[in-house]
């Protein structure tokens, strides 16, 4: 009888150890990026940057605007990374 009660006890301390490793993670508070202003809303400051792409003319790869960099072409509009 002893043994099957040790036997439930390891069961139980299984049970919850693996409850315990897989609890759910509270998120994150969020943090503003660095270089915002103080004061500003968190939603605003959170809030991705949208931001056109543009083809390139020869190669027809779709490029963000302020981070393009040449495709390798010679006459690739991008300057060249
Ligand atoms: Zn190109």
Redesign the pocket.
């Known amino acids: 009888m002893l043994k099957f009660l040790l036997l439930i006890l390891a069961i139980l301390a299984v049970w919850y150890g693996y409850r315990y490793v897989n609890r759910p993670k509270p998120p994150p508070p969020p943090v503003p990026p660095a270089g915002t202003k103080p004061g500003t809303p968190p939603e605003a400051a959170a809030a991705p940057r949208a931001e056109d792409m543009a083809a390139?003319a020869?190669?027809g790869?779709y490029v963000a605007e302020s981070t393009a960099k040449?495709?390798g072409?010679s006459d690739?509009p991008?300057p060249p990374a």
Do not use: E, L
């Open positions: 390139c020869v190669c790869t040449s495709c072409r690739c991008y």
